[in-house]
Structures are given as structure tokens and as C-alpha cells.
């Protein structure tokens, strides 16, 4: 089977395939208390064994939340939790990146929803958007080469579509002798939000305007997820992996 779906009324998640032979993406789901966590990992490394990276974080983080969390925490403790759960994913990745496996590392990509509030971290270049009407209300700093020329102010918006620095990362789980670092948000969402976390096999390949439109014109996550894995593999060259959550 080339993809692997999870599916529930207010959330769905597909990782696929794609154009290449292995899927060296991953994503976990699981319920909380009033909420949710969701993981999206992109495996590096090739032979390197960039599938066991992705699933090594995407464990780490399912057992670290499932172990630790508890309801009530405050946001302060989400952060530390979600903190620790990237730390450890990373001690866990280099642990096992040894033999054939050295230098394996993969993206990281954590997100605890409680009601209408979202916790997010993220390493690497899987990317977080909060859209609501229409339009990108909310997005994660992308941990790429491509992104520091457009703070820089070196190419725009337009120049960077489709350019090679994005596939060059800054920070990482596991990689030794690459960075490690984690950024952290916290959004409040509305009725009729979406939360759209995805590899870069879709970002990367479908057009910005392409995926609000679809989401304009969605209104259940399993049918935005289905039209948006079948534009991105129309034009992807990579693993697609996608976890859309909508708040009704």
C-alpha cells in the first residue's frame, strides 16, 4: 500500500508515497484529554535509513506525551513537554545513527490542540499554517537556507518558488554535525480554522494560493486532504504527508 490514512470528523491525515520507492515521512495522532497531539516527520538521509529516523522522533514524541502529559497543564509546561519530547527525539535519532544508518536525521514537526488553542515546535523545514477565510494567518519558520535569503531580503517571494536552497536544512533531529534547534508557537483558532501541517512534499511542490483555495471550498478535512494529496502528486518529487485539523 503506498499511503497510509488516519481519518476522524474533525481531523485527517494521509502520509504517501509519492515519486520516490520508500516513504522516509511519518505522522502520529493521538488523543488527549479536550484535545489532541499530532507529529509530521520528514526522514533525511537516503540509504542513511531516512525512515528510521522519521519513526524513531515520530515514538519518541508519541511515548514522551503519553508518559508526561497531563490535563490541566498550563502553557509554560505544554512548551517544556513539547521541549523535551524534540531533545530526546534527537538524542534517540543520533543514538541509533550508526553503520549504514550514520548521518540519518529527519524534520520534526510537534502540535498539542486543547480546545481552540494550538502548541507547536518545530524543527527543520515541515511547516505549520493556520488559515482561516481564505488566508495564511499564522505559519512556522521554515529551518532552510531558503528561508534565511528571504529574511535577508536576497530573493522574494516569487524568485524562491521551486528553489534549490530549500531542500538545504539548518536545523535537524539527529545529522550529526548539523544544528539542532526548536522554535516554538502558540495560536488561538476560531470556528472554521484549519491546521495544515505538511512535508515539503506538499508545500514544496504545490502553490500557496492552490491549497486555500481547496481549503476554501472543503468543508469536511477527509475531502481537503484527498484533493490535496492528489495536486501534490501530480507534481511532487518527494513523500507527501499532510495532517489537516478544522475547528467546526
Known amino acids: 500500500m503506498d499511503s497510509k490514512?488516519?481519518?476522524y470528523p474533525h481531523l485527517c491525515a494521509v502520509s504517501d508515497v509519492g515519486a520516490r520507492k520508500n516513504n522516509e515521512d511519518?505522522?502520529?495522532?493521538?488523543?488527549?484529554?479536550y484535545g489532541h497531539y499530532l507529529g509530521i516527520a520528514d526522514g533525511l538521509g537516503g540509504h542513511a535509513a531516512g525512515e528510521v529516523a522519521s519513526a524513531?522522533?515520530?515514538?519518541?514524541?508519541?511515548?514522551?506525551?503519553?508518559?508526561?502529559?497531563?490535563?490541566?497543564?498550563?502553557?509554560?509546561?505544554?512548551?517544556?513537554l513539547l521541549r523535551r519530547a524534540h531533545e530526546l527525539?534527537?538524542?534517540?535519532?543520533?543514538e541509533e545513527a550508526i553503520g549504514e544508518r550514520a548521518g540519518m536525521g529527519t524534520?520534526?514537526?510537534?502540535?498539542?490542540?486543547r480546545g481552540r488553542e494550538v502548541f507547536l515546535a518545530n524543527t527543520g523545514d515541515s511547516r505549520a499554517q493556520l488559515i482561516r477565510n481564505g488566508k495564511v494567518l499564522a505559519q512556522t519558520r521554515d529551518h532552510n537556507l531558503l528561508r534565511e535569503l528571504l529574511d535577508r531580503g536576497e530573493l522574494?517571494?516569487?524568485?524562491?518558488?521551486?528553489?534549490?536552497?530549500?531542500s538545504r536544512l539548518t536545523h535537524v533531529i539527529g545529522a550529526s554535525g548539523r544544528r539542532f534547534a526548536v522554535d516554538f508557537y502558540r495560536w488561538e483558532a476560531r470556528p472554521g480554522d484549519w491546521?495544515?501541517?505538511?512535508t515539503d512534499g506538499l508545500h514544496d511542490y504545490v502553490?500557496?494560493?492552490?491549497?486555500?483555495?481547496?481549503?476554501?471550498?472543503?468543508?469536511?478535512?477527509?475531502?481537503?486532504?484527498?484533493?490535496?494529496?492528489?495536486?501534490?502528486?501530480?507534481?511532487?518529487?518527494?513523500?507527501?504527508?499532510?495532517?489537516?485539523?478544522r475547528w467546526f
Open 5 to 7: 490514512w488516519l481519518c
Open 26 to 33: 511519518g505522522f502520529t495522532v493521538g488523543k488527549l484529554p
Open 56 to 80: 524513531i522522533a515520530l515514538e519518541t514524541v508519541r511515548r514522551v506525551i503519553a508518559d508526561e502529559y497531563e490535563d490541566g497543564m498550563d502553557g509554560v509546561l505544554v512548551r517544556l
Open 89 to 94: 527525539a534527537n538524542s534517540a535519532v543520533l
Open 107 to 113: 524534520t520534526l514537526l510537534t502540535a498539542v490542540i
Open 156 to 166: 522574494t517571494e516569487e524568485e524562491a518558488w521551486g528553489h534549490p536552497a530549500s
Open 195 to 198: 491546521l495544515l501541517l505538511s
Open 207 to 245: 502553490k500557496p494560493e492552490r491549497i486555500l483555495e481547496t481549503l476554501s471550498e472543503s468543508k469536511e478535512p477527509r475531502e481537503a486532504v484527498k484533493v490535496l494529496l492528489n495536486e501534490a502528486l501530480g507534481v511532487t518529487h518527494d513523500n507527501v504527508t499532510i495532517i489537516l485539523y
